[in-house]
């Protein structure tokens, strides 16, 4: 579903990403570790191109993302079927960056309704329904500011889901919480990759990555340093970068 090859970004003259490699199958779970700088939410911006990238490729669904291949040539996309692409790719930030003046559904609704076209009933209907998924049903009048963190990050993803994305970025969705709010946005997470979303998650809570991912790629320096499934990666890695890491986190 997800392909990115030989992705390569600079910020002037520092070679930040040299060259990375990910295939993400649909319903699988990824979760990208590594030191801080290491390039980890630099990847997932150029994954749905809110970076341009100055080398490689990244396909989503068989489309190459900021670009459009015909005649077996690759040509820019203008901004606005970018955003057309993007559309298929939700992401949940660190920082939940709901519209503070709208209230929990309003949220949910909101790009649905503009973005999609979807018919308002329509729309809140779906929303009031991924708000239970995520556990906020009571919560649909409430505003963002009287919300805990860790229900502000359940609106983000709820609103998310909302564009029906066939891909689902996260960030470090916990590491701005509370840790007593970690557990409740990390089940929902949980429940979102048992029920075969495809996702690719930046995160530093390694029991989730140890039961939730199908692969674990840990990055340091702007590449990839070893990658497999989380029993391999996490308990024998192979590499000593790797495994200073790990000794650091665990
Ligand atoms: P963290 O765990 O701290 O979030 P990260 O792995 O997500 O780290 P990135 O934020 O991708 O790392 O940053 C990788 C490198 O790119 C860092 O050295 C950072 O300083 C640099 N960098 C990131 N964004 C920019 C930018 N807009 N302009 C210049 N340098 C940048
Ligand atoms: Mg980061």
């Known amino acids: 579903l997800l392909r990115a090859v030989g992705v390569r970004k600079s910020y002037g003259h520092t070679e930040v990403l040299k060259g990375i490699d990910l295939d993400v199958h649909k319903g699988q779970v990824v979760c990208l570790l590594g030191p801080s700088g290491a390039g980890k939410s630099t990847f997932l911006r150029c994954l749905n191109h809110l970076e341009t990238i100055d080398g490689g490729q ?36 660190q920082r939940f960056n709901l519209f503070a003046h709208r209230t929990v559904l309003e949220n949910v609704v909101e790009g649905p309704v503009r973005v999609l076209g979807v018919e308002p009933g329509k729309a809140r209907a779906e929303a009031l329904e991924l ?59 949980r429940t979102l990759a048992q029920e075969g979303m495809t996702m690719v998650v930046v995160t530093h809570e390694m029991a989730f990555a140890a039961e939730a991912a199908d692969e674990v790629v840990f990055l340091a320096d702007g590449a990839v340093v070893e990658t497999g499934p989380p029993g391999k990666v996490l308990k024998e890695p192979e590499h000593e970068r790797t495994r200073q890491f790990l000794a650091r986190v665990l």
Do not use: H, N
């Open 131 to 189: 708000l239970e998924r995520v556990g906020l049903a009571e919560r649909g009048d409430a505003y963002p500011a009287q919300l805990s963190g860790g229900q502000q990050q359940r609106v983000a993803i709820a609103r998310s889901l909302a564009m029906k994305p066939k891909l689902m970025l996260f960030d470090e969705p916990t590491s701005a919480l509370d840790p007593e709010l970690v557990g409740e946005v990390l089940e929902v997470m």
């Open 58 to 93: 990244v396909w989503v669904d068989g489309e190459p993302i900021g670009f459009r291949l015909r005649g077996g040539k690759l040509y820019e996309l203008r901004e606005k079927d970018v955003a057309r692409q993007r559309r298929d790719i939700g992401m949940v930030f």
